[in-house]
């Protein structure tokens, strides 16, 4: 299985293909000293990386210093490629003219370095914990196609003050190093594929044919990684994890004392090769649930680990998936595991037709998918058909009337054909399913028909009973022009958004993250943090929002040194978790 779900993994990387190199040095801030379309991209030094210790062992050969015949020949092949690629006809979801332009556009690596704040204080439940956004940062300058989900992992990190230390927050950006970002810096130009931008038609066969060249003659080993660790994070047993679905995690670490990162190392404890970027904690026995996905069958396994991280059980095939299906995203109550079979599929025959392998499959309709928690085969999984909701985040889900009532909510992605290639024509709405597992129905309540995502609650209530959530405003996707919170005590009432609130013009943010102000208040008793940019003076700052407010009133606001370019998702780690960090 491992090699089943690397192979898959080979295709799933960016290949951006203009060959400038930045020689810059780890410890002072990783100033961007070259340009391509108006925009800045960052690589190291390669003498600076063959002096750091390395997470993976890579042998010299791939050193940029001593490149071998087959490296120049592919090196050689993929100019030509690159050389005879049109950008004329490039979509704007991939043209980076388009794509990172303005506050999408890459920064470099920065070290520690203060920030003050200048509204409000540091509420006393967030002071001595960090802030960590993850998101893409592309290293090398695309000169053809690009896509938005490209590009390498990079953590933007804000330690906050404690009572006890220095009155300015530290904030930090390092790169996720994986073994494909250390190739790639010691190759001196990218090198690996993704199905995104760079896979389509007779050029996407070239690459792939490169790359499989690379392999043979022992230039990359993609059974070491190949992924991005560019998507979300977790926290569990002691270890911050950097998470994208087609690799294993890795592993990082956040100083508690300068807010400096490191990266520790991939994982090793995932037998299926890779794993989702949004595994699921349950507050109350401690045990994480998760899954990979491929494009060959069995499509999706589903496997779970005890509260110390270790492999608890067998991996479960899930045999009734048909056709392999984007699945990035699932969701767990106390006695199931609900997975998303969506309108969003992977073909790799469409290659050869110029296409792309993950896209739209309108005929198919979608369907939620509930298997025991504890299963030890799918054989008792049931499926309930949902036509038109397409979910790629799930909010939470929790059981009622004894476990024969399972409720979902989630976002509807619609028009599910612009999923991939137009975030812009994206309206996404809030929708709680109802399933009655006894009777074999299932109904749906539009909570909100807001452009909605990125949802969050408060994560002692993950696959529990909840009330509150908080969601981004797309305005339109994926920008996030506000917050709101949604009450469920409200579905079926009209509009569940009981609180708002708007960045302002020309400001945006990321996805909002719930921080409980204790472990015994009331569910929405706590704050709601995210970065925020000011396109207009080309600043970011850290917010930090009363989530009980009407109007989630801005409680505290950190000066960032510089901006942050919009990503992904984050997470908020506490005093006492960074303390305990092995």
């Known amino acids: 299985m491992e090699c089943r779900l690397s192979s898959f993994s080979l295709f799933l990387f960016p290949t951006p293909s203009n060959r400038i190199f930045l020689k810059q040095s780890r410890q002072q801030p990783r100033v961007l000293a070259f340009q391509h379309q108006h925009e800045h991209y960052p690589c190291q030094d390669h003498d600076q990386i063959t002096k750091k210790k390395s997470i993976v062992n890579i042998n010299k050969r791939i050193n940029r210093n001593d490149r071998s015949l087959a490296a120049a020949f592919c090196d050689a092949l993929d100019d030509l490629i690159d050389k005879y690629s049109s950008d004329a006809a490039l979509h704007p979801s991939v043209d980076p003219r388009h794509v990172l332009k303005d506050n999408f556009a890459p920064v470099g690596e920065l070290p520690p370095t203060p920030c003050p704040v200048i509204r409000g204080t540091i509420p006393s439940s967030l002071a001595g914990g960090a802030y960590i956004r993850n998101g893409p940062n592309p290293t090398h300058p695309p000169s053809g196609a690009h896509h938005l989900f490209e590009g390498d992992g990079m953590l933007h990190s804000l330690l906050l003050p404690s009572s006890e230390k220095a009155s300015a927050a530290i904030f930090s950006s390092r790169f996720v190093e994986t073994y494909k970002y250390l190739v790639e810096c010691r190759a001196g130009r990218p090198i690996f594929l993704s199905v995104f931008s760079g896979l389509r038609g007779l050029t996407g ?3 792939v044919l490169v790359f499989l060249f690379r392999v043979l003659t022992m230039q990359v080993d993609p059974t070491q990684g190949t992924g991005l660790a560019n998507t979300s994070l977790q926290f569990s047993n002691g270890r911050l994890h950097a998470l994208c679905e087609y690799d294993l995690p890795y592993a990082v670490r956040l100083s508690p004392d300068d807010g400096d990162i490191s990266t520790v190392g991939r994982t090793a404890n995932v037998s299926t090769g890779s794993m989702t970027a949004h595994p699921k904690k349950d507050p109350v026995t401690g045990e994480t649930f998760s899954f990979s996905y491929g494009p060959i069958q069995p499509y999706v396994t589903y496997f779970r680990y005890d509260r110390d991280g270790n492999k608890s059980g067998p991996d479960v095939p899930i045999s009734s998936f048909k056709e392999p299906t984007f699945v990035h995203d699932f969701a767990i109550t106390d006695r199931y595991a609900i997975f998303p079979d969506i309108q969003i599929v992977m073909k790799p025959a469409e290659i050869i037709r110029g296409r792309r392998m993950i896209g739209p499959d309108l005929e198919k309709v979608p369907r939620l998918g509930l298997l025991p928690r504890y299963a030890r085969s799918d054989s008792d999984m049931r499926w309930f058909d949902v036509p038109g909701f397409n979910i790629l ?44 597992v006894r009777r074999g129905t299932l109904s749906r309540t539009t909570l909100s028909t807001e452009n909605l995502d990125f949802g969050v609650i408060h994560p002692d209530y993950t696959g529990k009973k909840n009330r509150y959530a908080y969601l981004g405003v797309g305005n339109p996707m994926p920008k996030i022009s506000g917050v709101v919170k949604l009450d469920f005590e409200l579905a079926g009432k009209g509009e569940c958004v009981v609180a708002k609130r708007e960045f302002g013009v020309g400001c945006f943010g990321g996805e909002p993250f719930f921080v409980p102000a204790s472990s015994t208040g009331e569910e929405d008793d706590g704050y709601v943090v995210t970065y925020l940019h000011d396109e207009g003076k080309g600043e970011s700052s850290f917010l930090v929002m009363d989530a009980r407010s009407p109007e989630l009133e ?23 978790e960074l303390l305990s960090q092995r």
């Open 205 to 207: 066969i070239a690459r």
């Open 393 to 436: 985040h799930v909010v939470n889900a929790w059981e009622e009337e004894g476990g024969d009532v399972v409720v979902v909510v989630a976002p509807n992605v619609r028009p599910i054909e612009n999923a991939i290639d137009r975030f812009d024509l994206l309206h996404v709405s809030v929708e709680m399913a109802r399933i009655d």
């Open 554 to 576: 801005i409680v505290a606001e950190v000066a960032l040194p510089r901006r942050v370019p919009y990503g992904f998702h984050g997470l908020f780690v506490t005093e006492a």
